[in-house]
């Protein structure tokens, strides 16, 4: 039986301050990135504090691994991620435009 697997993806958000992280996963990162800058869901997290600024994001074989990694990042403290994002990001740019299908 061939089972298909489709992969994952863990990312980070900011608002234009940089003072409200927001980490998540999904298997469509530039869905999901969309529907944040779009306040697809007005009443969540990100749309009330306005994040929708993408600095960070790692992609994984498997959504089941993405979803373990925003639990690790989620359990760290702000400087982990602050640590995390200038690591992959360091002017802290939006990462959006350069994502691709």
């Not at 409200?20 to 996963?25: A, I, Q």
């Not at 869905?31 to 790692?58: D, E, G, M």
């Not at 702000?78 to 802290?92: C, G, L, T």
Request: proline residues 3%; glycine residues 4%.
């Amino acid at each position: 039986m061939l089972m298909l697997v489709k992969g994952g993806c863990v990312y980070i958000i900011t608002n234009k301050n940089h003072s409200v992280l927001y980490t998540g996963s999904n298997s469509d990162l530039i869905t999901r990135i969309w529907q944040h800058q779009n306040k697809y869901y007005p009443y969540s997290f990100s749309a009330r504090y306005n994040c929708s600024k993408l600095v960070f994001y790692k992609f994984f074989p498997s959504i089941e691994q993405a979803i373990a990694e925003e639990y690790r990042i989620k359990g760290g403290n702000r400087k982990a991620k602050i640590d995390m994002i200038e690591d992959f990001n360091p002017q802290w740019d939006d990462l959006y435009d350069s994502l691709s299908y």
